[in-house]
């Protein structure tokens, strides 16, 4: 069984940053490949990032492309979005999720992929 907890949502103008962080209490963080997922109101959950078990592998949504950096840090079981140049269209909850990595390299784009997922946190983009 693996927990997430994330951490580090708030209110912030257009172009500002932000930085997300996903706790994960489970012994063997680097099997997990881990994602970032957001859900409006309103909208279908969607893609954001995915990272693979070593960190070495990283997929992006297009529309957060250059903009937003997934990453982890194994020594801390911590996996991190920094967001930067923040648009209204950014206001959303954010949940990060994991799952078994089946191969080195592998990156899962999809929610149903998916094994666990956190209670998400909330960002909002607004003038």
């Known amino acids: 069984q693996v927990h997430l907890l994330e951490s580090g949502g708030g209110s912030v103008q257009p172009g500002g940053s932000l930085r997300l962080s996903c706790g994960a209490s489970v012994r063997t963080f680097s099997s997990y490949a881990m994602g970032w997922f957001r859900q409006a109101p309103g909208k279908e959950r969607e893609f954001v990032a995915a990272?693979?078990?070593?960190?070495?592998?990283?997929n992006y949504a297009d529309s957060v492309k250059g903009r937003f950096t997934i990453s982890r840090d194994t020594a801390k079981n911590t996996l991190s979005l920094q967001m930067n140049r923040l648009k209204p269209e950014d206001t959303a909850a954010y949940y990060c999720?994991?799952?078994?990595?089946?191969?080195?390299?592998?990156?899962?784009?999809?929610?149903?992929?998916?094994?666990?997922w956190g209670q998400g946190t909330q960002v909002t983009v607004s003038s």
């Open positions: 999720a994991a799952r078994a990595a089946k191969y080195a390299g592998s990156v899962y784009l999809a929610g149903y992929q998916y094994e666990y």
């Open positions: 990272i693979d078990s070593s960190g070495g592998m990283t």
